[in-house]
């Protein structure tokens, strides 16, 4: 005969039993974001005119951006929040801090990540050109053979 009796066998599945439930919950929580609609490529272009302060962005650079952001189960709510919130936050979350950092960072720097891995969208059409007032390093700009003359004087 087993040492086990049958009273303390039912004794034990008892005490389990809740357990069982518990671990069988957590593995149907749903994902972050799960009932969300994932944010529209013009929804996306919209935050990003927003954050940036352009009115002018290009299309294809924002579907990347939006694809990449959307890759992240985590991303999903906050970027809903940030494109379909009806007032800004006063007291926004260290996340959604770093969210909107992030999306300007790569609109500056034309660099996004997937998967930890870095990634060019766009060179010449980054933003920081713009900003510090010089054509992209490889962009030809001006007539044929410009190069060969000296810069205008700086007024």
């Given amino acids: ?18 357990v069982a439930r518990l671990r069988a919950g957590a593995r149907q929580r749903p994902t972050p974001g799960a009932g969300l609609a994932p944010v529209s490529e013009q929804e996306f272009l919209r935050l990003s005119q927003r954050l940036v302060g352009r009115t002018t962005l290009d299309a294809q650079v924002a ?14 709510p906050l970027l809903a929040d940030l494109t379909r919130g009806a007032a800004p936050d006063p007291r926004p979350t260290p996340e959604r801090l770093a969210l909107e950092r992030t999306i300007i960072e790569w609109w500056y720097t034309g660099r996004y990540t ?22 992209a390093p490889g962009r030809c700009v001006g007539a044929s053979n410009a ?8 007024a």
């Fill in 114 to 135: 997937v998967g930890g891995e870095p990634r060019l969208a766009t060179h010449t059409g980054a933003l920081m050109w713009d900003a510090i007032g010089t054509p």
């Fill in 1 to 18: 005969m087993s040492g086990l009796s049958r009273r303390a066998f039912l004794l034990i599945a008892s005490l389990l039993a809740p």
């Fill in 63 to 76: 579907a990347t951006y939006r694809n990449a952001l959307l890759a992240v189960p985590a991303n999903i």
């Fill in 147 to 154: 190069w060969s003359r000296p810069p205008a004087p700086v």
